[in-house]
């Protein structure tokens, strides 16, 4: 499976417009992998709070109609990285929510962040919470969707492998000044599930906070097998499914689990 990580840039001097169709050009210009995947919060910058109800979407909106169409002319499955959605319901809730495309362009699967950013403040004050972990069936694997903040929960990821996920796809806007934890977090849960981590951030600067870039892609055993600088780029690596039900059956700690069991073994 060939997967390509869209590091945009993201800066205050290009519109979301602009930026929107930049992405798409980009995603079209990966006809041939698997799989795409962009950040979190690409259009607006994931630090950009008092643009989030201004740039909010319904789930069927602009960006879900341009990656869409994006998706089925590079005949690619595309995690279209994560929008600001605003709810239909009567309180306009609200969410960071992930979109992922089929390479004929249908939405196979929708995920809202549950762990939000913020400390009580921006994020998390911003926006509802997500309820629900999500996978998507791919042929020959299966997605588990988590975003950014989500990183820092092992119980999400643990979650998702128990749902059958074997690549754990991980958009993001993380800052600079912790990029030391997006790298040690990327290959801890990438270890702790034997499962394939792709982590795509963003590059350049959201509401003056430097983004770290260094999207990374780490295998079952821990080993980075390719990483990103700090600008945009594409990061695209090649990536056998099998090596997870091979690492899982050569070294299977899973089955030794017994917190978070519905029956603990004794």
């Given at each position: 499976m ?36 962009l ?60 979109l ?14 549950i ?28 997605l ?6 989500d ?45 394939f ?43 056998d ?25 004794r």
């Amino acid at each position: 499976m060939r997967a390509s990580l869209i590091q945009i840039a993201v800066d205050e001097g290009e519109s979301p417009v602009s930026r929107r169709q930049r992405a798409a050009a980009l995603v079209r210009a990966q006809a041939g992998a698997d799989l795409v995947v962009l950040p979190e919060l690409w259009t607006t910058g994931a630090f950009a709070y008092e643009d989030f109800g201004r740039e909010a979407e319904p789930l069927q909106g602009p960006t879900y109609e341009t990656m869409a169409a994006a998706a089925a002319d590079a005949g690619v499955w595309l995690h279209a990285g994560s929008i600001p959605e605003r709810a239909t319901s009567a309180d306009g809730t609200l969410y960071n929510t992930s979109l992922v495309f089929s390479p004929s362009g249908e939405l196979a699967a929708a995920y809202r962040k549950i762990h939000r950013f913020g400390f009580d403040q921006g994020e998390a004050v911003l926006m509802g919470a997500g309820r629900e972990p999500v996978t998507v069936p791919l042929p020959g694997t299966t997605l588990g969707l988590g975003t950014c903040y989500d990183l820092r929960f092992p119980e999400l990821f643990r979650a998702l492998v128990d749902a059958g996920a074997e690549v754990l796809v991980l958009p993001a806007g993380w800052p600079e000044r912790r990029r030391a934890h997006w790298t040690l977090l990327a290959r801890a849960r990438a270890v702790e599930n034997q499962a394939f981590v792709l982590a795509c951030g963003t590059a350049g600067t959201h509401a003056g906070v430097p983004q770290a870039g260094h999207s990374i892609v780490v295998d079952p055993w821990g080993e980075v097998l390719a990483e990103a600088g700090a600008g945009e780029e594409v990061l695209t690596v090649d990536l056998d499914p099998a090596k997870v039900a091979a690492t899982r059956e050569q070294f299977p700690a899973l089955k030794d689990r017994v917190l978070g069991l519905a029956t603990p073994r004794r």
